[in-house]
């Protein structure tokens, strides 16, 4: 038995990727974000953690991302040429797994996270 619950986020930011030939030229998105937490049982309050929790636990983590400082892309603060939506994706999964600080993180862990570059076009990225 396996519960799911996530919560979303949105930041803006301008990035660009060197080796394309047409979004090496700079240029901006609203991005939105799902962090998808999972357990194998509830806590005492049955719940996986409060949604509440969850989400300024992922808002503390995108809004570094959120329009960087003034002349500064996401390229530049995350220090990566080739910024994709995939490579968003695993590095705000990186900064969840890596900051996961619940009183019960032997219980609650990172399933996934997804973020969307546009309504139709996303990336999510999950370790199996």
């Not at 979303?8 to 240029?27: D, M, N, Q, T």
Request: glycine share 2%.
């Amino acid at each position: 038995m396996v519960y799911l619950v996530s919560v979303k986020g949105r930041f803006s930011a301008a990035h660009r990727i060197e080796s394309h030939p047409k979004c090496k030229v700079l240029h901006g998105h609203n991005w939105d974000v799902e962090a998808v937490f999972e357990a194998n049982e509830l806590n005492h309050m049955n719940m996986v953690a409060g949604f509440k929790t969850l989400k300024t636990w992922l808002l503390t983590i995108i809004e570094k991302l959120d329009h960087p400082v003034e002349d500064e892309t996401l390229n530049d603060l995350l220090r990566e040429d080739n910024l994709t939506a995939e490579f968003l994706a695993e590095y705000i999964y990186d900064q969840i797994k890596s900051d996961l600080n619940f009183a019960d993180t032997d219980r609650v862990r990172i399933k996934e996270v997804t973020i969307w570059e546009t309504p139709d076009n996303k990336a999510t990225y999950r370790e199996e």
